[in-house]
């Protein structure tokens, strides 16, 4: 019975949606966030530096740059904590990072886009 239990933890390791990190953080992939964005009204957020966002970003997404940790905060907790929120990056990574911050910081739904803006279009 032991060893049925540790193949199946192995097997839920290996296999296991990665779709969603937590019940509070998901990653989406392309298709599923934009349908998430297009929806209803949400917080769109895209954590890349500002040169990054201006050289291309995704329509009324708000710029939060993570790498300034000051204004990272402050930004962020002039939203809604309650409403979802939807986090970009450039391949994830940033983004991820973000998340995992916005959930200590108490947001209820996070939305992360799987590979970033890279892997939008």
């Not at 019975?1 to 199946?8: D, G, P, R, V």
């Not at 530096?49 to 710029?63: D, L, Q, R, S, V």
């Amino acid at each position: 019975m032991k060893y049925i239990f540790i193949i199946m933890s192995f097997f839920s390791f290996l296999f296991g949606s990665n779709t969603q990190q937590n019940d509070i953080i998901k990653i989406l992939d392309p298709v599923s966030f934009k349908t998430g964005i297009n929806s209803k009204k949400v917080q769109l957020v895209d954590v890349r530096t500002p040169n990054e966002y201006n050289g291309g970003h995704i329509k009324n997404a708000k710029n939060i740059d993570f790498f300034n940790q000051s204004d990272f905060l402050k930004e962020f907790n002039k939203l809604n904590k309650e409403e979802p929120i939807y986090l970009y990056c450039r391949s994830g990574n940033r983004s991820q990072k973000a998340a995992q911050k916005l959930d200590s910081l108490g947001f209820k739904k996070i939305f992360d886009l799987r590979g970033g803006y890279m892997n939008w279009n």
